[in-house]
């Protein structure tokens, strides 16, 4: 353990909470039908990264993207277990998801282009 090593849990967990949203509604916009919690989960531990293995963390966001209409949401019952609820994305959250993207975009290339040394 090193001395940055507080700075950069701090900073992963900063850079993730302003990330969480934009990558949850991606994946659901990719998404050919309704995904549950678990299932979103796994397709973000695929891609490693300071989502995976964080389930519990993903709910609360999923619940305030329905509260704000830009998913949907439903509970079905599970023949394997517990009742399980099921997230899609809406056509307002579409729309939002596209200027998320260009803002994001937008924001990784002004990054880049400082850590890269392009402005003085």
């Not at 934009?22 to 979103?40: C, D, K, S, T």
């Not at 509970?75 to 998320?100: A, F, K």
Request: charged share 20%; hydrophobic share 40%.
């Amino acid at each position: 353990m090193t001395e940055t090593d507080p700075q950069l849990r701090k900073f992963q967990k900063e850079l993730s909470s302003g990330t969480v949203a934009l990558v949850l509604l991606a994946v659901l916009a990719q998404a050919e039908e309704p995904l549950y919690g678990y299932q979103i989960a796994k397709r973000l531990e695929s891609g490693g990264g300071a989502l995976g293995g964080k389930q519990s963390a993903l709910y609360p966001v999923l619940r305030n993207l329905a509260e704000a209409g830009l998913a949907d949401s439903f509970v079905e019952p599970s023949i394997s277990g517990p009742p399980r609820r099921y997230y899609r994305i809406t056509d307002p959250g579409r729309d939002v998801l596209g200027h998320w993207v260009g803002s994001w975009t937008a924001t990784r290339d002004f990054v880049d282009s400082i850590l890269r040394g392009e402005h003085a």
